[in-house]
């Protein structure tokens, strides 16, 4: 199985052999990078995408019509992973289900989130960013990509101390944590049901969203012994039952700047990103 470190440096060759990228990204051109052609088609509700291949050894990739357009661009990307990773397609759970995914299914999806933000463009967006929904909401706008795509890789990018959780059912089902709360192992565990009480578990019980509000650590962090005031930002998708949730330490005794590195070496960083403290969902399991 191809590991996180695999699957970016796979990604980020890809884009590279794709020619100078706009934003927001063309799908087309990533697809056509492999001799695809994106077609809309009717398929099941619940169905993102599929492909096949003709002896001519034309491509197609068929995406559901009834799908947002976000949607639609990102299962592009998921289609072209399967195709450059060589990985079959898993579909039998649903793809907005972080919880019901195989791993070769999360690989492509990282694959995908790798192309439709990627590092080059994305990284320096997310230093400039301030923290919040808000501000994820524009990035996600910017890049054409859906609020819990862009979310995951604004925390696994972020030089601060923050997590972004996806709950489904009022249950965390993933997070994505930035380095920095990797190192002070703050932990949030998968399938634990939202805080009670917590600005999530509220605007997730009908409550008016308003403006970022303060949280209690130890109820989101494990065994959290660390002193700093954190905040919490939420947004909840009634359609699927979802709740998006951005915490973030703002306390700069805690959590001081990190050192600027003037330019990030790819390399360097990500040895430094990919430090055995895996974001994705069965594998961030304490030892
Ligand atoms: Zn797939």
Not at 236 to 258: R, V
Request: with cysteine; hydrophobic share 35%; aromatic share 10%.
């Amino acid at each position: 199985m191809l590991d996180e470190l695999d699957i970016a440096t796979k990604a980020r060759e890809f884009i590279r052999h794709c020619g100078p990228l706009a934003l927001p990204v063309s799908v087309d051109a990533y697809a056509a990078q492999i001799g695809g052609t994106v077609v809309e088609d009717t398929l099941g509700e619940k169905e993102d995408a599929w492909s096949f291949r003709e002896p001519s050894g034309k491509l197609h990739i068929c995406v559901n019509c009834a799908q947002t357009p976000r949607r639609r661009r990102f299962s592009v990307c998921h289609e072209v992973a399967h195709v450059v990773l060589g990985i079959e397609p898993d579909h039998s759970a649903p793809s907005w289900s972080y919880a019901r995914r195989s791993p070769g299914e999360i690989a492509c999806d990282d694959f995908a989130a790798e192309l439709l933000l990627p590092y080059k463009l994305f990284k320096p967006r997310v230093d400039s960013a301030d923290m919040g929904l808000a501000a994820i909401g524009e990035l996600a706008d910017e890049f054409d990509a859906s609020l819990q795509s862009t979310g995951s890789r604004f925390a696994t990018f972020s030089r601060e101390l923050c997590a972004f959780v996806v709950s489904e059912g009022g249950k965390i089902s993933y997070s994505a944590r930035s380095p920095r709360l990797r190192e002070a192992k703050g932990w949030i565990r998968r399938g634990m049901p939202l805080p009670a009480d917590s600005y999530s578990a509220r605007v997730r019980a009908g409550e008016g969203l308003s403006s970022p509000e303060e949280a209690e650590p130890d109820q989101w962090f494990e065994d959290w012994q660390r002193d700093g005031v954190l905040i919490e930002d939420t947004r909840h998708l009634g359609k699927w039952d979802q709740t998006l949730t951005l915490l973030w330490f703002d306390d700069e005794e805690l959590a001081p700047p990190a050192p600027e590195r003037k330019q990030w070496e790819e390399d360097a960083y990500r040895l430094r990103e990919l430090d055995g403290v895996l974001p994705w969902p069965g594998r961030s399991k304490r030892k």
